[in-house]
């Protein structure tokens, strides 16, 4: 069972910065895709940022330019960096990760327990 457990975000002015850090542990697996997803109340859950094992990396239209995501694949951890946030930002975020195990062709999908993002006008 592999484990993803988060950590930053918080409340954080309109204009401002903020981080987020995920880090997966647990078993013999090997990551495919690693990144983050948001939702807002009420929302659903949206795609934020990710990143591939090849390091290919898709952004949403809504955060391109202002969000920066970076993997480190030895230490099996994914980094959010967010700039310019804007109150439309405000979401509870969610590290997930693509995992293989062993020589496995499947791909088995886990979330992290989730981390609040306010951003105030």
């Known amino acids: 069972q592999v484990q993803l457990v988060e950590s930053g975000g918080g409340l954080v002015q309109a204009g401002g910065s903020s981080g987020l850090s995920c880090s997966a542990s647990?078993?013999?697996?090997?990551?495919?895709?690693m990144g983050w997803y948001r939702q807002a109340p009420g929302k659903q859950r949206e795609l934020v940022a990710r990143v591939t094992n090849s390091g290919s990396i898709n952004y949403a239209d809504s955060v391109k330019g202002r969000f920066t995501i970076s993997r480190d694949s030895a230490k099996n951890t994914v980094d959010l960096q967010m700039s310019s946030l804007k109150s439309d930002d405000t979401a509870v975020y969610y590290c997930y990760a693509e995992v293989r195990f062993g020589g496995s062709r499947t791909a088995f999908q886990y979330w992290g327990q989730g981390t609040q993002v306010t951003v105030s006008s």
């Open positions: 647990g078993g013999d697996f090997s990551i495919v895709v």
